[in-house]
């Protein structure tokens, strides 16, 4: 996992603000002396701007002017934030940036060499919401790389203990590399667990196939846990009373639907349940 950078998602509220806290934090234990800070703005309707969003062509214009004058203030606010969370240890890079979208964020990883990004997860309220998707859903279905998600009750504490949900009939894993690579930058231990429900499997089976996947993917630090309930949502949500992980780490499809993710349609309940960050995987 490459970790040069973060790029944080934010919408100068509370919430962002809590987010950029806990990337802060993230960066300082894996020793990243740069985050960036970027907050997207859907422009008003023009044909002045050019592809990029940055450059203005048609003097006069009402809607450019009125453009120019949200993208002053809102760099204002970002660069505000920045130096507001600014420390000795992690610079806080202010970013502003046009969009017709708030979760085509492929070519800003790109940009600025991010091999993670952070930002709220807000419950979906609206009817349109509702009908066509949350931000939380595009992001997870358009970004190609790893994304963690936090709440406005999320517990932030420093990550030491990681819950790593497992699909043991998934054939293809591959994004438990991004989550180990993580697990490693933080110096932190995995708690493995598959959740039986059903008779499908057997605990010896899953313990089995549990070893099996961490000494294929090199796991370090790193525990096996094989639980019975009959959801998955319970059986991590009583996981996690139990034994108290700062994080829980899940797969995704990501393409298409939202509901082609591990365990059915179950990772974006996790994240609207769970007080824990999530870390989001794709697999490849």
Do not use: W
């Amino acid at each position: 996992m490459d970790l040069k950078n973060i790029l944080i998602l934010t919408e100068l509220d509370a919430l962002s603000a809590k987010v950029t806290g806990f990337a802060i934090n993230l960066a300082v234990q894996m020793s990243i002396p740069e985050i960036v800070l970027l907050n997207v703005i859907i422009p008003a309707n023009t044909p002045a701007f050019s592809a990029s969003g940055d450059v203005f062509t048609s003097e006069g214009n009402m809607a450019d002017h009125f453009n120019l004058a949200l993208l002053e203030k809102h760099q204002r606010l970002v660069n505000e934030e920045a130096a507001r969370l600014t420390n000795e240890m992690v610079q806080v890079k202010p970013i502003v940036r046009f969009n017709n979208s708030k979760t085509d964020l492929n070519g800003y990883m790109e940009e600025f060499q991010a091999g993670l990004l952070v930002c709220g997860s807000r419950d979906e309220n609206t009817f349109l919401e509702k009908l066509f998707g949350s931000d939380r859903e595009k992001i997870i279905r358009k970004v190609d790389y790893p994304v963690i998600f936090l709440k406005e009750d999320t517990d932030t504490d420093e990550i030491n203990n990681i819950l790593v949900a497992i699909d043991i009939d998934e054939e293809d894993q591959s994004g438990l590399k991004e989550i180990v690579g993580f697990a490693h930058a933080l110096k932190a231990r995995m708690q493995l667990l598959h959740v039986l429900t059903d008779e499908a499997n057997s605990s010896e089976y899953a313990i089995e196939r549990l070893r099996t996947l961490a000494i294929k993917n090199m796991f370090g630090h790193y525990d096996i846990n094989v639980v019975n309930n009959d959801s998955l949502e319970n059986g991590i949500r009583n996981f996690v009373r139990k034994n108290n992980p700062e994080m829980i780490a899940v797969l995704s499809q990501g393409k298409g639907k939202i509901k082609k993710l591990i365990f059915g349609s179950n990772t974006n309940n996790i994240i609207k349940e769970s007080d824990k960050p999530v870390f989001v995987s794709k697999l490849n």
